[in-house]
């Protein structure tokens, strides 16, 4: 198979989860965020919390994106607390992460995270699509895990549609730790190639190369760069280390 991904420019999304929570804090992060997507081939994304979404909404072109950590699988209607799609899109949300493993640790399905990919869909946005297992057991029926999560989004999606999707692998035991206990990007190129061939099976065969599969979990300034190089990956999901301005920018370094 040939690899056409690792020569466009790493997507580099940054999920502030509840870590950012002054619109004060917000816009400092923020800043950082713009001045090293300034310097760097990357695409940098960025994944407020709802309540911090309208701050960057409508602003003037800007070279970061503007993602949503979570969408509500209803439309308009009697939703009290939902963010619906449209709601996302006309803030000028253009990334929305789906089926994060906080969200399906609070009861989120691979049915529920469908319909909202297809929301997403519907309204023009690139869903990032999370999956991962919680534990590497020795049966690697982990693997089959991944296969259901990913099949369950993607099956139902029309043809045209299931090359959008961007698939972000998150190890759930190496969620929010530190560099060392990160997964190696030995491992991670193999999950790639693992998720890529998963993929194989629902796209026409010329778009399988292009898709795009990010790496989660603990990305940090130390290992950024072993696995821009040797993890095959497309880009990033950046938990903690993106709410720090100085450890997002050295990513975004590291990784470019
Ligand atoms: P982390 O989070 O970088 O803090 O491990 C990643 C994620 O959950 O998206």
């Known amino acids: 198979m040939v690899r056409t991904d690792i020569l466009k420019p790493m997507l580099i999304v940054g999920n ?8 004060e804090t917000a ?6 965020a713009k001045r090293a997507a300034m310097k760097s081939r ?3 994304v960025i994944a407020p919390s ?8 409508g602003g003037k072109k800007s070279k970061v994106g503007l993602a949503a950590q979570d969408v509500s699988e209803m439309t308009a209607g009697n939703a009290t607390g939902e963010v619906s799609a449209t709601t996302l899109k006309r803030m000028g949300v253009s990334y929305v992460i789906v089926g994060h493993s906080e969200r399906r640790a609070r009861g989120e399905t691979d049915a529920t995270v469908s319909t909202k990919v297809t929301r997403v869909l519907a309204n023009g946005m ?3 699509l999370c999956v991962g297992e919680s534990v590497r057991d020795a049966n690697a029926e982990y693997l089959q895990k991944l296969r259901t999560q990913i099949d369950a989004v ?10 959008k999707v961007i698939v972000a692998y998150e190890p759930i035991w190496a969620i929010g730790k530190s ?4 997964d190696s990007p030995r491992d991670v190129a193999e999950m790639m190639l693992y998720i890529r061939k998963i993929l194989a099976q629902h796209l026409p065969e010329k778009l399988v190369p292009k898709a795009v599969i990010l790496y989660g979990g603990s990305v940090e300034p130390a290992n950024a760069r072993a696995f821009a190089k040797e993890g095959g990956v497309g880009g990033f999901l950046v938990g903690h280390a993106s709410a720090d301005p100085k450890m997002f920018s ?3 370094k590291e990784a470019s």
């Not at 709802?50 to 909404?57: D, E, P, R, V, Y």
């Not at 560099?179 to 990160?182: F, P, V």
């Open 154 to 163: 993607i099956k139902p999606l029309p043809l045209g549609d299931r090359a």
């Open 179 to 182: 560099a060392t206990e990160a």
């Open 27 to 32: 816009k400092v992060v923020m800043a950082a």
């Open 42 to 44: 990357a695409k940098i």
């Open 250 to 252: 050295d990513i975004i």
């Open 126 to 128: 690139t869903p990032i």
């Open 16 to 23: 502030w989860k509840s870590y950012v929570e002054t619109p």
């Open 50 to 57: 709802f309540a911090h979404i309208g701050l960057f909404a």
